[in-house]
T-cell receptor, first 115, second 113 residues
Framework: DAGVIQSPRHEVTEMGQEVTLRCKPI?????LFWYRQTMMRGLELLIY????????DSGMPEDRFSAKMPNASFSTLKIQPSEPRDSAVYFC?????????????FGPGTRLTVL | QKEVEQDPGPLSVPEGAIVSLNCTYS??????FMWYRQYSRKGPELLMY????GNKEDGRFTAQVDKSSKYISLFIRDSQPSDSATYLC?????????????FGTGTKLQVIP
């Protein structure tokens, strides 16, 4: 398996523009996570899905952020309109679900810069 | 107060040194304790995980958990330049039938040849 795939790897945009980040989880994994990483706040969970259904979106910073998972092999995170403070590295991760521990596998991340 | 506290470093050591990385936490409900390693411009990858208090060893790496003190550590013996990375501690608890993970902010380690 190729692992978790994210695109684009880098995105530079201007304030006010719409940004869409994409993720393909590992085949067979039923949980998908979106994280944001900054120097100040570290790795923060934004939202996660179980079997394509959003379970917990309490980490989504505000209404400008939205996430979808139309099928088991694809998810998007959209920011509209984008602001400079959204600049960060956004990671997608996937895992098998269980009441005991299951490893989360991370993608390479999308480095977003909002000017 | 954050649920998980981790010194950001950076920590710089000579090759061959023993490295000690630490985290404290406040939530006694955490069940699993993990260490992830993140190389520059890469995603985090799992290094080790433990469930109970005590030590777990894997090669040059030893993870230690002290639930009574709410303190976890990662020791790296005979450190190598290839160990240079950011190390993230992480902890999880059962939330609605799934282990919800909280990460520390990471400690950046540099091993100098």
């Amino acid at each position: 398996d190729a692992g978790v795939i994210q695109s684009p790897r880098h995105e530079v945009t201007e304030m006010g523009q719409e940004v869409t980040l994409r993720c393909k989880p590992i085949s067979g994994h039923d949980y998908l996570f979106w994280y944001r990483q900054t120097m100040m706040r570290g790795l923060e969970l934004l939202i996660y899905f179980n079997n394509n259904v959003p379970i917990d979106d309490s980490g989504m910073p505000e209404d400008r952020f939205s996430a979808k998972m139309p099928n088991a092999s694809f998810s998007t995170l959209k920011i509209q309109p984008s602001e400079p403070r959204d600049s960060a590295v956004y990671f997608c991760a996937s895992s098998l679900g269980s009441v005991s521990y299951n490893e989360q596998f991370f993608g390479p991340g999308t480095r977003l810069t909002v000017l | 107060q954050k649920e998980v506290e981790q010194d950001p470093g950076p920590l710089s050591v000579p090759e061959g040194a023993i490295v000690s990385l630490n985290c404290t936490y406040s939530n006694s409900a955490f069940q699993y304790f993990m260490w992830y390693r993140q190389y520059s411009r890469k995603g985090p990858e799992l290094l080790m995980y433990t469930y109970s208090s005590g030590n777990k060893e894997d090669g040059r790496f030893t993870a230690q958990v002290d639930k009574s003190s709410k303190y976890i550590s990662l020791f790296i013996r005979d450190s190598q330049p290839s160990d240079s990375a950011t190390y993230l501690c992480a902890m999880s608890l059962n939330s609605g039938g799934y282990q919800k993970v909280t990460f520390g902010t990471g400690t950046k380690l540099q091993v100098i040849p």
